[in-house]
């Protein structure tokens, strides 16, 4: 018989009932299963690292872009966090690719969004060169689009729940008689926005955004985690203005932590919700704009954290609560709770906060919940691994799950 080798991260598995829909099709469904061998890779261990970095062929380019192994030594024991991000090949790939940058900007305490960040600059750049000629006014511009483009595809693919998207022009067979678009093509002319070669701003705007297209149309990411990145990426971008309905409709296009998940989606925002906070503890001039107190030392002022607790506020009331507004709640708290926020503090400013919220499915484990008013609130399916709630109140609190 025919043997087939599926590979697939762990997140992506939606339900526990996968390895029966992986199975090998039989009369007795326990037979299938038996034919069903898995695999884990084992992430790549220090001196895997070190072996892929000593690599010659690494040094196979231009001369002024050649790095010695004691180089990326030297620059790793200086950022030990590192490390722990270069356990994959595409990561791996993704930092020699880009070190000579970080090299240049003398970067510190690198997080993974940094890595993709650096390699997407690089890689819009190349593109926008040769689109614009090395014209540096018309290069910027094209840098912008590229990225508007690529966030919005990311987020149709993500809420669709897709990762490949098959596409082919319209022609005179699409069409019935009364030139009304036929129900099966309906679908494909979603996507015309992104795809059509009829349309020249289209053309160039796909031009930066890595993708892959195969031989019958089918048009994906280069790799998943740009998508995660570019989806990630359009969420930061919302919160950077006022809080409004149309934020909380892109962070409430699905739940990032209810099967299949996307956890790197969230990882991308911790890396940019802390590290902002990082950088206004850093600025003197912040001090006396009030905010909520981390660890009881320096006031934290807020902005992400703002836009992302009035998220979570959205949330709150008796009436009917639209579906994407639980969601963005959910995502907001996640992100949140991920980032090393004490959610308790908050509570201490506004003793009421977290009643009736409503965040199904949100990723809570950890989280400092110590004297947290939620009664009301509905924390269904939620993830609580290692909660600490002591002296919560939990007065009508739906925990069910």
Known sequence: GTKAIITCRPEYLADTNYKAQLSPWTSDPLRGLDQLTEKVLSPFTAIQVNNYLKNPQLNDGVMEHRVSFE??????S????????????????????VFPTLKLQQAKNITRDDLYRVFIEQWFEKEAFNLSQGQQKTSS??????????RKLAAEMCQRKIYDIEYKEKTADDFDDDYELIPSKKEANLWEK??????EIVVRARRGCPLRV?????YSFV?????????????????????????QNVWGMRCFSKAPKMPTVIGFLVDRVQKQRRERLQTPSTASEGGVKIAGTRELPWSTDDALF???????????????VRRAAGNAITVLNKSLCPLSYKAREDSFFFRGIQVPHADLSMAQLWGVDLTGADLSDCLL????MSGAVLKDCNMAG
């Open 385 to 388: 691994a290692g909660v600490k």
């Open 310 to 324: 009035w998220l979570v506020a959205q949330s709150k009331g008796d009436r009917v609560m639209p579906e994407y």
């Open 71 to 76: 180089e990326y030594e030297q620059f790793l």
């Open 78 to 97: 200086s950022n030990p966090s590192l490390q722990e991000l270069l356990n994959t090949p595409f990561v791996l790939k993704i930092f020699v690719n």
């Open 223 to 247: 790799h998943q985690s740009f998508l995660e990145y570019f989806v990630a990426d359009g969420l930061w971008d919302t919160l950077q203005s006022v809080p409004n309905i149309a934020v």
């Open 141 to 150: 511009k094209l840098k912008e689009t590229f990225a508007k483009f690529s």
């Open 194 to 199: 992104f795809f059509s070669s009829k349309d």
């Open 214 to 218: 195969s031989g019958n149309g089918r």
